[in-house]
């Protein structure tokens, strides 16, 4: 059975500083998307990554795809007030594709 | 592009009522839609996955009867809650895969309270 984890699940930082949110998937998978999450919204696509070494970036944040060590990492550069949110890693099933979803990390940035 | 289109956005609605939740495909045919619900502070938990022109696939532990799937063209489906009570209350999303992009799109959701 396909799991993905994500952590941390909560994350306060202040502005300026830079961290790592991390995604563990337990079977193989050559796929993970990244998405955010504002409150009361829907999703919102961040990143499709879809081969080992795969890594892209927009603005301030840069997500990277190991599928050998079945993980990826969503990094925040000199984070800014505008991008606290939910953020979830989604993984998709081999049978019909649908995603297998991480438990989201709520990340907030003070100013 | 790709875009779907749901609604209602914010639904109050009687206990023992019924809801329909419409998903529409504006720009592309959706042969698959997957419907989420999401209790706060959560990650998205799939109900089912419809297909279209045939019976849709329910989770485990989704009552089939309460929540009606209905996916009968390339660019609608919908989802009715059926007899819904308090406990139904949640935000329910609506996803369709693009095959040919490896995405998927997101419906802008539905907050459901049942009082």
């Known amino acids: 059975e396909l799991k993905v984890e994500q952590n941390p699940l909560f994350l306060s930082m202040q502005e300026g500083k830079n961290y790592t949110i991390y995604c563990n998937y337990s079977t193989t998978s050559d796929r993970l998307y990244w998405y955010r999450q504002d409150p009361g919204k829907s999703l919102e696509s961040l990143f499709v990554?879809?081969?080992n070494g795969a890594v892209k970036q927009e603005g301030r944040l840069m997500a990277s795809l190991d599928t050998k060590a079945r993980l990826s990492t969503l990094h925040i550069t000199a984070a800014v007030h505008d991008l606290s949110a939910t953020y979830f890693c989604?993984?998709?099933?081999?049978?019909?594709?649908?995603?297998?979803w991480g438990a989201g990390t709520k990340l907030i940035i003070k100013p | 592009g790709a875009v779907v289109s749901q609604h209602p956005s914010r639904v109050i609605c009687k206990s023992g009522t019924s809801v329909k939740i419409e998903c529409r495909s504006l720009d592309f045919q959706a042969t698959t839609m997957f419907w989420y619900r999401q209790f706060p502070k959560q990650s998205l938990m799939l109900m089912a996955t419809s297909n279209e022109g045939s019976k849709a696939t329910y989770e485990q532990g989704v009552e089939k009867d309460k929540f009606l799937i209905n996916h009968a063209s390339l660019t609608l489906s919908t989802l009715t809650v059926t007899s819904a009570h308090p406990e139904d209350s949640s935000f329910y999303i609506c996803?369709?895969?693009?095959?040919?992009?490896?995405?998927?799109?997101f419906g802008s959701g539905t907050r459901l309270t049942v009082v």
């Open positions: 996803s369709a895969p693009l095959w040919e992009r490896y995405g998927y799109t």
């Open positions: 990554l879809l081969s």
């Open positions: 989604a993984v998709p099933s081999d049978s019909n594709y649908q995603l297998i």
